[in-house]
């Protein structure tokens, strides 16, 4: 909470916390659940979640055409709106009709993002180095993702599976955290 106490939180604010402990609980254990399934399974949780990502991306669509098409305002062009709308619903029928395939395009889109990030924290790394400390750090992070794309890159697959994993842990403990948080909370009741 911003590095304050939470007991130092007003009484009002502490009352409904402490009123809603348990959603803090739900959602720790529905994100120990997602990990656990995302650890195990993790072919069938990546094309589910490929399936959903589809989801998302042909609502989008459809709503940004909806803008798109609708009252825009005064020296706005609609056409970028009407552009990413097709192309989102086209994207999401894809990845929601051929969720194997899609899966592996968005490993490969991560790998992509991972290589471009890297160069970026690099040259960043390298550029500012007279101006900022720790820089070695901003440089080896840098590595770390370009190694990261390339990785995936050398096969999607195993890199859908690794993506898939880090999700599972980071739902282990985000998970966790959550569980804690939620006990801690139904102590402030007044």
């Not at 989102?88 to 894809?94: H, N, S």
């Not at 290589?115 to 400390?133: A, L, N, P, Q």
């Not at 804690?180 to 402030?188: E, T, V």
């Amino acid at each position: 909470m911003g590095g304050r106490n939470i007991d130092a939180l007003p009484l009002a604010i502490r009352q409904t916390l402490a009123d809603t402990w348990w959603l803090w609980l739900v959602r720790g254990i529905l994100a120990i659940i997602l990990g656990i399934l995302f650890l195990t399974k993790p072919a069938e949780a990546l094309v589910s979640l490929t399936i959903v990502i589809g989801a998302y991306f042909l609502i989008d669509g459809v709503i940004s055409l909806f803008h798109g098409f609708g009252k825009q305002p005064e020296g706005q062009s609609r056409w970028w709106l009407i552009i990413w709308g097709i192309v989102a619903i086209i994207a999401g029928l894809q990845l929601m009709t051929k969720p194997v395939l899609g899966s592996l395009t968005l490993t490969f889109v991560i790998g992509i993002w991972a290589v471009i990030f890297g160069i970026v924290e690099i040259i960043t790394g390298i550029k500012y180095r007279d101006e900022i400390s720790g820089e070695f750090w901003l440089i080896l992070g840098g590595i770390a993702a370009v190694v990261f794309g390339f990785l995936i890159f050398s096969n999607v697959l195993s890199g859908a599976i690794a993506v898939t994993a880090l999700i599972g842990i980071w739902g282990l403990i985000s998970g966790v955290v959550l569980l804690l948080l939620s006990f801690k909370i139904k102590g402030l009741a007044g």
